[in-house]
């Protein structure tokens, strides 16, 4: 038991600690006209892509959240705070940006993925899918998951 006087130290010494844990810097996102801004912990994320018209963060807690921002704003924002992002190309020939923290496994791509697929990435936390398929080559997706930055 903490006594009461050393119950305001404790969690003020435990603060850094609990917010590191939930994530650090959070960046804020605005998911449509008219709609509040959304704050999203930036070391979270896993993927930022297009999607329906849409800019698509997918993070580590399986959540998905569209925004009408640009795909580039939102990307930047992201890597400032340090996360370490690849950008690569998606199927559609959009550009798409994976976290290199947060990839698992690298595979030549399989046949259940669309026409023009060459390598699949698995990786932690997407919501709809387990991997990501990309245009690059395996060999390509790992040269740039070793020139990644490393982070701040």
């Known amino acids: 038991m903490i006594p009461r006087g050393g119950r305001r130290a404790f969690l003020l010494a435990a603060l850094p600690v609990l917010t590191a844990q939930a994530g650090g810097d959070?960046?804020?996102?605005?998911?449509?006209?008219?709609?509040?801004?959304?704050?999203?912990?930036?070391?979270?994320?896993?993927?930022?892509?297009?999607?329906?018209?849409y800019t698509v963060v997918d993070t580590?807690?399986?959540?998905?959240?569209?925004?009408?921002?640009?795909?580039?704003?939102?990307a930047q924002?992201?890597?400032?705070?340090?996360?370490?992002?690849?950008?690569?190309t998606d199927l559609n020939g959009q550009r798409i940006y994976i976290a290199a923290d947060r990839v698992v496994l690298v595979r030549e791509s399989q046949e259940r993925h669309a026409a023009g697929a060459r390598a699949a990435i698995v990786m932690v936390g997407l919501r709809f899918n387990t991997d990501v398929a990309v245009r690059e080559t395996p060999e390509d997706v790992m040269a740039a998951l070793r020139g990644a930055a490393p982070p701040r």
């Open 26 to 53: 959070f960046i804020e996102i605005s998911p449509g006209l008219g709609t509040r801004p959304v704050l999203i912990a930036a070391s979270q994320v896993v993927r930022i892509g297009r999607a329906e018209g």
């Open 60 to 74: 580590t807690a399986w959540v998905q959240q569209r925004t009408v921002e640009p795909l580039e704003a939102i």
């Open 77 to 88: 924002r992201v890597a400032a705070t340090g996360q370490r992002l690849i950008p690569l």
